[in-house]
């Protein structure tokens, strides 16, 4: 009984935010709580359940909140614009090293984690060239998805935050195993992006130009960079990476001091800091809530017993013999899973009821997390339908979602078969 209201309850949960009858903050509170009391329980159990979920995934949604702020005090104050102009300079005009440029200058933009910045920031610096010199604005939407996809595994992304909430974990177990298949895709990435620049060189050959990025800068923008600081910025990034990768301070504890460091050392004056928390606030409410809600739905399903009861209907399906494959088969798949399922549906829905069945079949669960990472909402968000950033992407660069998609779709997936390989080599996820 309690697994088929389990698994009603994440139909209708995927049924409602698919539909858009509710938004994911409301479903993922709403959802579980209505099932629960179908299930039999009272207010107070519901209320014990959903509070155990809260504290389960706070950690997360802490740092969450703080990786966020962190990076958008980074951005502001301009620690990638000197990355920016170097690769701008360099690439002249030769498309292949515009499109190979466009891929490099993605993919370190895009260690925020945030795709809809990322998107902003790399197409209002090299669309005009591309268009100044006549390279398919099909390859600038494509390469830049393509580039941003190893990156969104970074512990910080909305998706891998997901993951970590759902699998109750952080980013050492989570994340650290997966940093060889993570290089392996910017390898293929770069490889595609040469593959594409032969293409262009070929067929447009090379145009000599010049053209300054810092041109299409709005005033708020010039007055909150801080350019005396980007080496300070600089080491202080790559210290809180190296201290993150290590684990030797919890990830969320690390975000909160760096943040306040970075806010402190680049907007010394209080209206500055609050021009800047007021500017993110919006997104990272957005982001932070919907972990909270998250822990709600997950600690109700958890503690209610429903996702046990699901998973052990699964045990009994799948052969023991079988069970090994199954973290194989999702990253496989977790690519094109992009296109089905929002991070929201696939990471609530679908890897609790996955996670919980290798456990009873005496696989890690662990590895359908580090498995789905490898495409699900990482590679494959760029192309997804149901991510609004991607509909920001083709919109900038002026090209139509069916091209975009068709053009794109096999060199994406390209990118998880690779990550998955690799993973397979290094035991991030086994068979």
């Known amino acids: 009984m309690l697994a088929l209201i389990g698994f009603s309850t994440i139909v209708v949960f995927l049924l409602l935010i698919i539909t858009k009858r509710l938004s994911v903050i409301t479903a993922l509170v709403a959802v579980p709580i209505v099932f629960a009391f179908i299930a039999g329980f009272n207010y107070t159990e519901i209320g014990t359940m959903a509070l155990a979920g809260i504290k389960q995934v706070a950690p997360t949604g802490i740092l969450l909140m703080f990786a966020v702020l962190y990076f958008s005090v980074m951005l502001d104050a301009g620690l990638f614009d000197p990355v920016i102009a170097f690769i701008v300079r360099s690439v002249k005009g030769d498309p292949l090293k515009v499109i190979v440029g466009t891929a490099l200058l993605t993919m370190i933009v895009h260690l925020d984690g945030d795709g809809t910045a990322t998107f902003m920031i790399v197409l209002s610096a090299f669309l005009p060239i591309y ?29 891998s935050v997901r993951g970590m909430s759902t699998l109750n974990t952080d980013a050492v177990h989570l994340f650290n195993p997966n940093i060889p298949a993570m290089i392996g895709g910017v390898c ?49 990034t790559v210290s809180l990476i190296v201290i993150l990768l290590k684990g030797v301070v919890p990830a969320p504890v ?17 209206p500055d800091q609050q021009k800047v928390m007021k500017a993110h606030g919006s ?8 972990i909270f809600a998250a822990g709600v739905y997950s600690g109700i399903l958890t503690e209610s017993k429903m996702i046990a009861s699901m ?13 090994s494959f199954i973290p194989a088969i999702t990253a496989v798949f977790s690519m094109p899973a992009s296109i089905l399922f929002t991070p929201d549906a696939y990471y609530y ?11 009873q079949l005496g696989v890690d669960p662990l ?6 990472l490898l ?57």
């Open 131 to 159: 268009k100044r010199l006549g390279i398919s604005r099909q390859i600038l939407a494509g390469i830049v998805a393509l580039s941003v996809g190893p990156m969104h595994l970074v512990p910080w992304s909305g998706t």
């Open 254 to 270: 690390l975000f909160v001091v760096a943040s306040i460091i970075a806010l402190m050392i680049n907007y010394s004056k209080l």
């Open 367 to 372: 590895e359908i997390g580090r498995a789905s």
């Open 283 to 290: 997104n990272i409410f957005m982001v932070s809530g919907m």
């Open 375 to 431: 495409g699900q909402m990482t590679v494959g968000f760029p192309l997804s339908p149901l991510t609004a950033s991607t509909f920001l992407l083709i919109g900038l660069a002026e090209v139509e979602l069916g091209e975009h998609q068709r053009f794109i779709f096999k060199w994406a997936w390209g990118t998880t078969i690779v990550m998955t390989i690799i993973a397979l080599l290094t035991g991030s996820i086994h068979i």
């Open 349 to 359: 829905g679908v890897v609790p009821v996955l996670s919980h069945t290798c456990t």
């Open 311 to 323: 998973a052990t209907w699964l045990v009994n399906l799948i052969p023991q013999q079988h069970a």
């Open 188 to 236: 293929w990435v770069l490889f595609v992006a040469y593959i594409f620049g032969k293409r262009e060189r070929k067929r447009l050959g090379i145009i000599s130009f010049t053209y300054h990025h810092k041109e299409n800068f709005t005033d708020d923008q010039h007055a909150l960079r801080r350019p005396k600081l980007v080496i300070v910025n600089a080491v202080l």
